[in-house]
């Protein structure tokens, strides 16, 4: 079963930075797609920040300019610096992945159980 593994959340203070990781195991023959979504108490889950094979990125306009999405995709790693961290950054964060298992089969999706960043005072 492919999983992803998801590390360094915490607790921080606004302006302060943290380092989110995400290590995708199990039986994967080519990762497609890595990205980050967060979903606040009350609110709809929203991408963060992802990242294709190629190397292309996307962002959401919320947080251009203070994040930075990098992968391996050797490693099945991505990682996410979130710099100058704000309040509304507070969230739960979900890693995602688009992957395939096999080229006979179309590509599948795998969800992180989600890491809490807390940006408070």
């Known amino acids: 079963q492919v999983q992803l593994v998801e590390s360094g959340g915490g607790l921080v203070q606004p302006g302060g930075s943290l380092r989110l990781s995400c290590v995708a195991s199990g039986s994967i023959s080519r990762i497609n797609r890595m990205g980050w979504f967060r979903q606040a108490p009350g609110q709809e889950r929203e991408l963060v920040a992802s990242?294709?094979?190629?190397?292309?990125?996307n962002y959401a306009d919320s947080v251009k300019g203070r994040f930075t999405i990098s992968g391996d995709n050797a490693k099945k790693l991505v990682l996410l610096q979130m710099n100058s961290l704000k309040p509304e950054d507070t969230a739960v964060y979900y890693c995602n992945a688009d992957y395939n298992v096999s080229p006979w089969l179309r590509s599948r999706e795998v969800w992180g159980q989600g890491i809490l960043v807390n940006v408070s005072s």
């Open positions: 990242i294709a094979n190629g190397g292309s990125t």
